[in-house]
């Protein structure tokens, strides 16, 4: 027993050392400052501005009409500038599959890093223009950009990274959209940029990031599984591996992409549609499904964007709020740290069933300290520790097993399609969050949050009964485990045969 754990421990070493041999380290910071962490940037980049942002509608509305805008209008304005980015979101991940097929994934990056630019141009001049309108169309854009970067960094990560390392490498995706949400809230400090007169300016830092991209990224490698699998080209693809990894024949690599490559000329490159329409990978849509649709509706993305306004309610101080929400910034970053040191070790199932069945109790022990508030003077604080316990449980569990999966369950052939698919609902639901919520918790006040408790028990169920372990398995070998699965005997690979054979 102890001589397998050496083994085990001595493998991971070696692994570990091939990070510093290569270009792949320089190229998954490159690549999660212009990927995941734009989107974490954008989740909380509104946070502290939001008093702000809505006092220049308010005032652009009077310069406008000469008249204040009744509180309904203004409420409407702020929920479309909060809910447009995700819009331009599900607009940014349908383009993906034509156009990182087109481009490759390192020009796609380097092209979608100018549109960043042309967003953060048109919000820096909103203010001067007195236009809340240029504000929703910078939304937009930034959205357009980071439906791409999000898909694009997944599937770029994925193909870089060998299969002994791939929750590692994947979970890199998580740790810079936590690092993006810590920025977030770090420019909007008062003292930093987080005031009346600087507000737009905070709205322009990712466009820093993008001119970094653009001058990095194309001095490294294009993905290798991409350049092999893809484009059938295995001279460059084995060049890229030795320009990521260091020197090497890379012949495990090698034999794995051909196995992946037979399989991907059985099986050419499917649409969202046709992907729909195959009962033989549909149990791993519908568990992609699910875990972005609790993700989403967990009210992770809600504590991200509306952190200010859910604290105020919950009676902490307000020129305290923002110390608060930068220490759960840096709570993420450490938690998604963790969780990488651990998620090849136990794995992807315990972390997702056990993480969403904890948040489910904080959010009803919310609601409930919540409701406490105003005749106890410790709820407030345990209301923020609540917060805090939750963040954790998310970024330890499904926040950041979440990317890992998606990046194991569908084989070259169907990962672009599938991206758009899980992409396009997982920016449908952040829409209806960022549009609903405002009005959701004035309808519903505190218990509002038992819903997401709800979403999350739901989540719990799911992937403690159906999920598959998917640890340091080929995609072909978590394809199989897929098709395994059956409801009352059947299964809908099964179900496939049987219509084809009548």
Known sequence: ?????????????????????????????????????????????????????????????????????????????????????????????????????????????ICNSFVVIAAAGIVLTSKSAKSYEMIIVSRFLYGCSTGVALSTHLIYLAEISPRKLRGIVTLSYATFLSLGKL???????????????LWNIVLCVPAFFAVLQIIVLPFLPEAPRYLFIEKGDAKACKKALQSLWGQGDYKD??????????????????????????????????????????????????????????????????????????GLGMTEIV????????????????????????????????????????????????????????????????????????????????????????GFLRWLTFAIMGLTFPFLINALDSYSFVLFACVCLLGCIYTFFILPETKGKTLLEISKEFKAITICGKSFSEEEGMETKF
Not at 82 to 87: E, I, L, P, Q, R
Not at 294 to 323: C, H, P, W
Request: some cysteine; proline content about 3%.
């Open 335 to 422: 938690t998604y740290i963790s969780s990488g040191l651990l998620i090849d070790r136990i794995g992807r199932r315990p972390l997702f069933w056990g993480c969403y069945g904890l948040m489910s109790v904080c959010w009803v022990l919310f609601t409930v300290t919540l409701n406490l508030k105003n005749s106890s003077d410790w709820a407030p604080y345990m209301t923020t520790f609540l917060i805090i316990l939750f963040t954790i449980l998310f970024c330890g569990g499904p926040g950041g097993a979440g990317p890992t999966l998606n990046s194991e369950v569908f084989i070259q052939s169907n990962l672009l399609a599938a991206s758009v698919l899980v």
């Open 183 to 197: 920025s977030g809230q770090f420019f909007g400090l008062s003292e930093i940029l987080g005031c009346e007169e």
């Open 1 to 109: 027993m102890q001589c397998k754990v050496h083994v085990s421990q001595d493998r991971m070493e070696t692994l570990l050392r091939q990070l510093t041999r290569g270009k792949v380290v320089l190229l998954i910071i490159i690549l999660g400052f212009g990927g995941s962490f734009q989107f974490g940037f954008h989740l909380t980049e509104l946070s502290s501005p939001s008093l702000y942002i809505q006092r220049f509608i308010n005032s652009s509305w009077y310069n406008r009409y000469e008249e204040l805008p009744p509180p309904q209008t203004i409420t409407m304005i702020w929920s479309l500038i909060v809910s447009f980015y995700a819009v331009g979101g599900l607009c940014g991940t349908i383009s993906v599959r034509f156009v990182s097929a087109l481009l490759g994934r390192k020009k796609m990056m």
């Open 253 to 326: 690599e090698m034999e794995e992409m051909l196995a992946e490559q037979a399989a991907f000329e059985a099986a050419p490159p499917t649409g969202a549609l046709q992907l729909l329409r195959d009962k033989t990978i549909r149990w791993q849509l519908v568990t992609m499904w699910i875990v972005y649709i609790s993700n989403q509706l967990s009210g992770m993305s809600v504590v991200s964007t509306f952190t200010f306004d859910i604290l105020l309610e919950a009676g902490i101080a307000e020129d305290k709020i923002r110390y608060v929400t930068l």
